[in-house]
């Protein structure tokens, strides 16, 4: 089960830095929301086992974190 998590995470997190592509017109503030989110989500799901509210969860805080940072 651990080799389906870290496979499910991996994936997640190359489709993220992929995604962040169509960030380039994106304000400074956007992107580092957009990029808290992904992260989080990715934090969330590992460090919940892949569980949906610790992926929602993680994205939640990770976007909070990322719009305060570019303050």
Not at 17 to 45: D, E, H, P, W, Y
Not at 57 to 67: D, E, K, L
Request: some cysteine.
């Amino acid at each position: 089960m651990k080799t389906t998590q870290r496979f499910s995470a991996s994936i997640l997190a190359a489709a993220m830095l992929l995604g962040l592509g169509a960030c380039s017109g994106m304000t400074k503030k956007q992107q580092n929301t957009a990029i808290g989110a992904g992260v989080g989500a990715v934090g969330g799901a590992i460090l919940t086992g892949g569980s949906t509210g610790g992926t929602v969860g993680g994205a939640i805080v990770g976007g909070v974190i990322g719009h305060e940072t570019s303050k």
